[in-house]
């Protein structure tokens, strides 16, 4: 390579740098719902790698005559205010006054640490279980910043106290056994479960055969069985 090649690489590959804090300074969510006949556990995970978040929320939308709210749960292990994770007391809100609306508003704040926000990738925020009234397909389940995002509800950085901007939501609605969430339950499923349990991957909940909260043999054994 030439001297002129190579600087021209170096150049691109200090912009690449240079520019890619700028993207991923936003928070991504991700919403995983699974779905049997009777019933719909959405779980909502927060990747914040990039920045410490102080607060968030997040609103999922679904449809008051195909589903009733059974449950919503916020994870306040990663999510309070107070000493270390001993005072739960805390700004965390769950909302489902409104048929057609979950909003799941979340913060940290640690006296022991007060600088400290929550990071990580797919931190989890909580989950909302929904019973179904009807056998409608498709479930329909989106997700967006709770209430307009207005300021601490909206994804806010820790450090500066900002709300992020580019908050991205992704959302996936399969049913339960579906392991690659593809809309199809059928022997691919096998070969990524199985890949999932070698590589010890991320729980999914669609991917949760047997429905017990963890991905284990048990989930191929309950996939055989949806598959005869
Ligand atoms: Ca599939
Ligand atoms: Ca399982």
Do not use: H, Q
């Not at 909302?95 to 057609?100: K, R």
Request: aromatic share 8%; hydrophobic share 45%; charged share 20%.
């Amino acid at each position: 390579m030439n001297s002129r090649k190579s600087l021209a690489m170096v150049l691109a590959v200090s912009l690449v740098v240079l520019v890619l804090p700028a993207v991923v300074m936003a928070a991504a969510v991700s919403t995983e719902c699974a779905y049997t006949d009777s019933d719909v556990v959405c779980e909502v995970y927060v990747d914040t790698a990039s920045v410490e978040l102080r607060s968030g929320g997040v609103r999922l939308t679904y449809t008051p005559g195909d589903l009733t709210v059974n449950s919503a749960e916020i994870n306040d292990t990663v999510w309070f205010f107070g000493a270390g994770g001993s005072d739960f007391a805390t700004p965390n809100a769950i909302d489902t006054s409104v048929p057609g609306i979950v909003d799941l508003v979340v913060g940290k704040l640690d006296t022991n640490a007060t600088s400290a926000g929550v990071t990580g990738a797919r931190v989890l925020i909580g989950r909302v279980t929904f019973s179904r009234n009807n056998a409608n397909l498709p479930v329909v389940i989106a997700a967006g910043l709770a209430r307009g995002g207005e300021p601490f509800v909206s994804f806010v950085n820790a450090t500066s106290g900002d709300p992020l901007d580019g908050t991205t939501f992704n959302t996936i609605v399969a049913e339960r056994c579906d392991v690659n969430g593809n809309g199809i339950i059928n022997t691919l499923d096998f070969t990524i479960l199985r890949a999932m349990l070698r590589n010890g991957d991320d729980y999914v909940v669609y991917a949760d055969c047997y429905n017990d909260g963890r991905l284990t043999t048990l989930d191929f054994t309950a996939l055989r069985a949806k598959l005869r």
